[in-house]
Nanobody, 120 residues
Framework: QVRLVESGGGLVQAGGSLRLSCAASGSTRAINTGGWYRQAPGKQRELVAT???????NYADSVKGRATISRDNAKNTVYLLLNSLRPEDTAVYYCNAEIFTTWGTFENPWGQGTQVTVSS
């Protein structure tokens, strides 16, 4: 079984920064594509950023220029750095990844989510 565990959320003032971490554990051999999504109250979950196995990145227009997604393959971890945070960035942030397991299979788990709250 593989799991994704997010950390790094919290309360921050507008204009501040946070770095979120998503660590894969369990029977993980490697993360292929990793991504961050968010869901604000009353809204649908939306894509924030993705990173492929060769570190190609993609960002939602709403965070382009303010977010950086990165990965550490040795740690099976994906990061999301958010700068110049705005109140509208307030949401639960979820990690999702395609994981190549030690059994030679692929799994696509979601993390439990981490709350990011930006005060004005």
């Amino acid at each position: 079984q593989v799991r994704l565990v997010e950390s790094g959320g919290g309360l921050v003032q507008a204009g501040g920064s946070l770095r979120l971490s998503c660590a894969a554990s369990g029977s993980t051999r490697a993360i292929n594509t990793g991504g961050w999504y968010r869901q604000a109250p009353g809204k649908q979950r939306e894509l924030v950023a993705t990173i492929t196995d060769n570190s190609m990145t993609n960002y939602a227009d709403s965070v382009k220029g303010r977010a950086t997604i990165s990965r550490d393959n040795a740690k099976n971890t994906v990061y999301l750095l958010l700068n110049s945070l705005r109140p509208e960035d307030t949401a639960v942030y979820y990690c999702n990844a395609e994981i190549f397991t030690t059994w030679g299979t692929f799994e696509n788990p979601w993390g439990q989510g981490t709350q990011v709250t930006v005060s004005s």
